[in-house]
């Protein structure tokens, strides 16, 4: 009877002959191992300590990418939203700034009219004159009535009439005082909060920017300037139909509204309703036209408002 041939070392899926000595080489390679070691000294939890460390890994890879899609939300600006600090920015608040020629936008066009400054000297003179607290709000803003050096009075009626639009308007209740949050002070010493001031349209241009080849006015941060472009003062915009004086109560509201921290605009809401006072109805009251400036608004473009220079145009007097 011939013995079993005793199979060799290196053959693969086959049981060693020696059982005995396939146990001592076990254990001599366990006591070399130190994953064997650590396994036979802590048990079951040698495999949980790994297991935990890769849970707490993966749940704080989420926790800060689920705080990083929070924050791209929140990069939406909210027109409702003011920034009190607004006078702390360091370029020109409320003036389009994109690439797009008169042409493209018949709406935002300068009515034909009378004449007006091309170029002042870029140096402003203070109209003299103070007047009592507009309004109940705690914030209390100064401003002064400023116009540009260089600008013909008889253009806009001098400096009386513009000062006189512009006190009035900011005293109705249907202004920025009418719902309690901001009261103005007009005054003509110290340094005011606001200086509202009528501008030649290259000086308007510089200090607002001339992206696009329209007449514009803005907030300029650096000189709390509120910039009121003359060429706008005394043309208006097509969307109020020849309302001189309601796109003039329109045009301070508009960017006094920037002066005391709302920066962005805002589109019609409605179809046929009052348009918003931070709508940029110097350029049209269809939210086809204002989009065409900012096209990254989300609105209708099928909306159309009606043009309204008021903040709160419902308030009693």
Not at 118 to 136: A, I, S
Not at 145 to 171: H, M, N
Not at 252 to 257: D, K, M, Q
Not at 303 to 308: M, Q
Request: with cysteine; aromatic share 8%; glycine share 10%.
């Amino acid at each position: 009877m011939s013995r079993p041939r005793r199979p060799r070392p290196d053959q693969p899926l086959r049981a060693r002959w020696d059982p005995t000595a396939d146990d001592d080489s076990a254990d001599d390679a366990e006591s070399t191992n130190p994953f064997a070691r650590f396994v036979r000294t802590y048990g079951w939890r040698a495999y949980a300590i790994p297991v935990l460390a890769v849970l707490t890994i993966a749940l704080l890879v989420v926790t800060i990418r689920g705080g990083d899609s929070k924050g791209d939300g929140a990069a939406e600006p909210d027109p409702d939203a003011r920034n009190t600090k607004v006078s702390e920015e360091t370029h020109a608040i409320g003036a389009p700034t994109g690439d797009i020629q008169v042409d493209a936008l018949p709406a935002g066009a300068l009515p034909d009219g009378p004449p007006f400054t091309t170029k002042g000297t870029t140096e402003f003179r203070l109209v003299r004159g103070t007047g009592p607290r507009l309004g109940t709000g705690g914030q209390v803003y100064t401003y002064s009535v400023e116009v540009e050096k260089g600008i013909d009075p008889t253009q806009y009626s001098g400096d009386r009439s513009f000062a006189k639009i512009v006190d009035a308007t900011l005293a109705t209740n249907r202004s920025w005082i009418g719902d309690g949050k901001v009261s103005f002070r007009r005054v003509d010493s110290g340094e005011p909060d606001l200086r509202i001031s009528l501008a030649s349209t290259k000086t308007a241009r510089e200090l607002c920017g001339y992206q696009i080849k329209l007449e514009t006015s803005c907030y300029y941060p650096p000189d709390n300037r509120v910039v009121l472009n003359e060429a706008r003062w005394v043309r208006g915009a097509t969307a109020f139909a020849g309302d001189d004086i309601a796109y003039r109560q329109y045009l301070v509201n508009h960017e006094v509204g920037h002066g005391i921290g709302y920066e962005h605009h805002k589109p019609c809401p409605k179809n046929g309703e009052l348009a918003p006072i931070m709508m940029q109805q110097t350029f049209g009251t269809a939210n086809s036209d204002i989009m065409a400036l900012d096209p990254d608004m989300k609105a209708d473009r099928s909306l159309v408002c009606r043009p309204n220079p008021w903040p709160f145009p419902t308030n009693g007097e």
